[in-house]
């Protein structure tokens, strides 16, 4: 089993930034990628990030890329999703993942879900 748990969310003013950490436990050799999604209220969940776990490449959403960066912790086995120049439209749950094989943009090719984390970003 894998053990995601996501932190750092909260409420943040337009143009800020917020650093949202995943601590992965468990069976970490178990999977291959780890994915940043998330949910706004009445939407579906989408895809924002992802990073390869053992070649550290990493993959954006075109809408998100140059203010969202994924990294990795590997002492930590910790992942990070820098936020920056945050928009109301960010305001979301965010959500972690985890899978075998090569990164995926779809959610439902994750079987690894953390909590997730709230993040609301007023105007």
């Known amino acids: 089993q894998v053990q995601l748990v996501e932190s750092g969310g909260g409420l943040v003013q337009a143009g800020g930034s917020l650093r949202l950490s995943c601590a992965a436990s468990?069976?970490?050799?178990?999977?291959?990628?780890l994915g940043w999604f998330r949910q706004a209220p009445g939407k579906e969940r989408n895809f924002v990030a992802a990073i390869s776990w053992r070649d550290l490449g990493t993959y954006y959403s075109d809408s998100l890329k140059g203010r969202f960066t994924i990294s990795r912790d590997n002492a930590n086995n910790t992942v990070y999703l820098q936020m920056n120049s945050l928009k109301p439209e960010d305001t979301a749950i965010y959500y972690c993942?985890?899978?075998?094989?090569?990164?995926?943009?779809?959610?439902?090719?994750?079987?690894?879900w953390g909590q997730g984390t709230q993040v609301t970003v007023s105007s």
């Open positions: 468990g069976r970490t050799l178990s999977f291959s990628s």
């Open positions: 993942a985890a899978k075998t094989g090569p990164y995926s943009r779809v959610p439902k090719t994750y079987p690894y």
